[in-house]
């Protein structure tokens, strides 16, 4: 059972990762119109938005922050910022792929900048209510539709002409999972996905702290009605819960998307590194090196162009925008060049992978 202090520490980490470098944008708080997005508490949903120059482009960025696996962890999550608006600040401060300096984010420095917070719990894939009492509200769906709804309503979402959709984590995989949906809500504009640090490994491996991650995420599948939530029925149909990883969801998504990851990811846990046939264990380099290999197999064979990746090998978990160079190019400017001129126009293709062994403690920065 998790304690209320991992979810801090979790809610801390999911907010600290989204930037913390120079040239800062503050945010302002916006609760939505529609009374069925809450939290896992039942508090009413909020987003985050500075309205940019050029209204006509949208960055919708979804937190992340873990899961909840089951109900009890779900009513401790409740209790947290994680699972509940109650504490949420007026307004919230971000850098990198939220500064307004052309310099730190070249795309997107004048772009409208959303801010989805996390509190349902699933990745904003359910649709449900617990059984329990008091009830848990697994509303990530209703959560996404209110968003959308409100950014139509008074930021000019219907004439959006670009949309690109980013979190990092359990947000990263919601990048994943949820790109397509968004940009079939403006089916006219341009879309793109920049999931940070969202491709997880299926396998019964520890995460989290938490042992047989791929069971519980198959639990909380079930318990959530996460399927509602996922856009491609193709997927769900036909893998069910496997749509919650990444390299199952890849081959359905029709939106281009830029990955960023580290082959080396620091919160894989011991175990399984998915159906690779290797025993992952921190403290075996030619285990966590071989099990590095297998993800940029799996990664570079499911990010074919018009997508891309920049695939670092610094044991880290989300974050490190512009820190890390890959044949000489940081991540915004690899984004940027992949945006506006397509994978063709980078290195490789567009899979950008360092390419070093672990550990490298020189690959984490300039």
């Known amino acids: ?43 009413p949903y909020s987003f985050y938005i500075s309205p940019g120059s050029t209204p ?28 509940s608006s109650k504490s949420w600040t007026p307004t919230q401060t971000f850098s990198d792929t939220f500064s307004r300096d052309s310099l730190q984010n070249p795309l997107m420095a004048n772009w409208t900048l959303v801010y989805l917070p996390y509190c349902d719990g699933g990745s904003f894939t359910g649709n449900a209510v617990s059984a329990t009492d008091p009830p848990l509200y697994f509303r990530g769906l209703n959560i996404r539709e209110a968003v959308v709804a409100d950014l139509r309503q008074s930021y000019g979402f ?68 996460s399927s509602a939530g996922i856009f491609s029925t193709q997927c769900t149909e036909v893998l069910g819960y496997k749509c919650l990883f990444a390299l199952y969801m890849l081959p359905y998504i029709k939106t281009p998307v830029f990955a960023l990851n580290s082959a080396y990811d620091a919160t894989m846990g011991n175990g399984p590194c998915g159906n690779s046939g290797i025993t992952f264990n921190w403290s075996n380099a030619t285990s966590v090196n071989a099990c590095g290999t297998y993800i940029r197999t799996l990664m570079r064979k499911l990010l074919q162009p018009p997508s891309a990746a920049f695939l670092d090998a610094c044991q880290h978990h989300c974050g490190e925008w512009n820190s890390i160079h890959i044949h000489n190019i940081d991540s915004s400017v690899a984004f940027t060049t992949w945006y506006t001129k397509g994978s063709g126009a980078l290195p490789d293709s567009g899979f950008l992978d360092q390419g070093l062994p672990y550990p490298c403690a020189s690959c984490c920065r300039d």
Not at 56 to 83: H, P, V
């Open 1 to 43: 059972m998790l304690s209320r202090c991992r979810w801090l520490f979790l809610f801390v980490l999911a907010v600290a990762v989204q930037g913390g470098r120079a040239s800062n944008t503050v945010l302002n708080r916006v609760e939505v119109a529609s009374s069925s997005a809450k939290c896992l508490d039942g508090s």
């Open 56 to 83: 006509s482009k949208f960055y919708i960025n979804m937190q992340g922050g873990g899961w909840c696996q089951d109900l009890n962890e779900c009513a401790q999550r409740a209790q947290t910022a994680l699972g």
């Open 158 to 225: 219907n004439d959006a002409s670009d949309v690109v959709v980013g979190g990092c984590s359990a947000g990263g995989l919601a990048a994943y999972l949820h790109t397509d949906w968004y940009a079939s809500q403006v089916p006219k504009a341009r879309a793109g996905a920049l999931p940070d640090s969202g491709f997880f490994l299926d396998g019964n491996y520890t995460r989290d702290g938490k042992e047989d991650y791929e069971a519980r995420m198959q639990q909380m599948y079930l318990f959530m009605n």
